[in-house]
């Protein structure tokens, strides 16, 4: 009896049961793979690789590099803090004449502007006399335009003398270089970013807070009605998360603008003069008030969810034993909706800070959120620089991506 | 859940006073949708209500901006005859015509391609052996969470920069679906991928809560009765998550219909979706015209909401799930 517990387990046809067995779990393993590998490999093609095709693209840009060959190869020769001399004007006189004549002037001056503004009009003003110039060409360039001289300008040469740079992300954080190759912050006028991504989580976190105030008491509601009553009920929220986003926001312009619904009734009851209407659209105000109307469905199901199931016998037990009804609920149902209030708030504040359609619509000049800010770069055939402030707001959206992951699990998000 | 008999007077008021908060939030949610339905049939070009329709006179209502959807961009006079050959050029002409039509055959194919490529992955990832679920899961999902204008500059750059050259065997084969230069940018085939991959979310998520409450042993059941592989799938799994498939289907197509960012940003001036022409009234001139396609867009969401209703009722009671 003893042998028989030493051998082996085996299958009917022989073969030892635990390679059986793990063959047979690979093999199953394998089975699970396959069914998702064709949606696996279309999401790498049409999602995961353009994401990083637009990575690449912000730290990559070859206006000036590609159309200034003598000057990078000057600049190669000579290292950081080496004498600006009449070699390197010459170089770059023998560029300025070429790029005339393939009209790349305003490429390389549009990649040096990134980082030195108001290049793009003395790179084509000199590259229509380059031809004409005479040695000295330092003297003949600065008696062109003064910045020629300028030692920060041949810092940032320096730094644009490689396709692949990080200057984008130092412009999108509010830096810029000074003529000791250092980094400093950027002229206050030109210190957008920083703020306006600052801006943006303010109202992202503002309008989870107003969505989390509206959404909890009908949560409440809809988790302790009868089911049949609270169905009904729950059309209600789930019809906005049906209708297409930009009906939302065009009858929202409908109602909120100075001639609308909401201001003609406060005319009406006289809270408000015909004179002085509120200006709610076109605004930050009417960014905060689309967007918290926009996202609340996101708040009041996943709240939902969690109190549906807080058994009621909790709080009558504590009223039994003599809470009020306001330390019953501080107490008890509240810390029991604590899961529910993070889900929900994560999600929302996850969709408000990428928000895009709705502050461009009712936004007006201060309510737009850097989302926009992406979308004017791109406009503008900025392409590294709206791919940096993409990327920066990838990096934020992924982080907190995690964190819904760890704390709650993406794959507990519902639908209604 | 009704008041308790030894509730305060205060508790009385705040039962009350909770429930008129409830019905104001209620009211904040439905009031912008619904209000858009009376304001489409307004005679005048304003977005408020006049006095004759607040008198329910008939005079203040008429179904000029519902004509207008069919006579943008027709080039015919404004008193042509409407007969067989007037309708016949608003079907080939009429702008809003063209971006529904174009609105419905990138969302039919791209709810095809996120259903069967959503559903077939969702049976994987319920698996219990599938290996890296969490991770795989993460990304899959993530076209939901990733801000849409980081999603549209990506394809921007894919779509524009990847074309196959004149002469590949490829760029023969998929010649008509790929625009002059063999690029994917300002094709239909380049939306159509693009609104899949951001329905694909909702189909997982759809079909993933369906197969949850999925009872395996039925496909056990069905191999020792004989059944192939084959046959199980379409004869036990499919009838059973069925509704999960459908409502996926439908959220998959409800993203595509309402997409604006990706289309503005790859769509050449052959593929003006709805969304894109709502996106072009509303920046400019914001004209009635844009409340009555909000109207038949509020009507056709409520179609789909009751549609998914329904599903989800029936799966719940298929899979033995009632509502307590």
Redesign the interface.
Known sequence: MADVSQAPLQTADGRPLKAALAKA?AR??R??????L???A??L??????????LQ?SFYHDGFSANAPATVAWLEEHPQGSEIDETAYAALVSDLAAMQKAKTAGAAGTRINYTYPGTISIFKEAAREAAKLQPPYKAALVALDKKWEDPLLWVTFRHAASPWTTDFYMVSMDLRRSTDDGLQRAEPEMRIHLQLFVKTFGLSALITGLCLL??F??AH?LA??P?RKS?L?M??????F??????????????G?E???VN?ILVGIGIVADDNRIQMMYNKYGTILVMT?VL??FMVLPLYSVMRVIP?SYARAA?SLGAT?WTTFRRIYLPQTLPGIAAGSLLVF??A?????TPA?VGGADGTLI?NL??FH?AKAN?SQ??AL?AM??VL??IL?WL??RLIG??R???? | MALPVYASPLERVWYYAFRVICALVFVFLIAPILIVIPLSFNVEPYFSFTEKMLALDPAGYSWRWYDTLLTFGVNAPEDAVRDGSWWAQVWAEATWIKAAKNSLWVGFWATILATVLGTTAALGLSRPEMPYRRLITAILLSPMIVPIIIIATGLFFAYSSTCLPQGNILADAFSPFLSAKGCLANTHLGIIMAHATLGIPFVIITVTATLSGFDQSLIRASASLGASPRTTFFKIIMPLILPGVISGGLFAFVTSFDEVVAVLFIAGPDQQTIPRQMWNGIREAISPAILAIATILVIVSIALLATVELLRRRSERLRGVTPQ
């Open positions: 779990q199953a393993k089975r699970a793979f396959l069914l998702v064709p949606l696996l279309f999401v093609l049409t999602f995961v690789l353009p994401i990083l095709q637009m693209r509206l959404a008491p009908i509601l302790i009605l089911m169905n009920l059309i209600l929220v789930l019809l906005p049906w209708t297409s986003l930009l009906v939302r926001t065009s009858s929202w312009i409908a109602l603008q001639s609308g619904i003609d109307h609340l469905p009621p009223r009804s996850i969709l800070v990428g928000y895009y359609i619509l989302s992406i979308s791109m392409w709206a791919a993409a707001l990838l959206v992924l991506y819904y992951d993406i794959d998000l519902k639908l209604g």
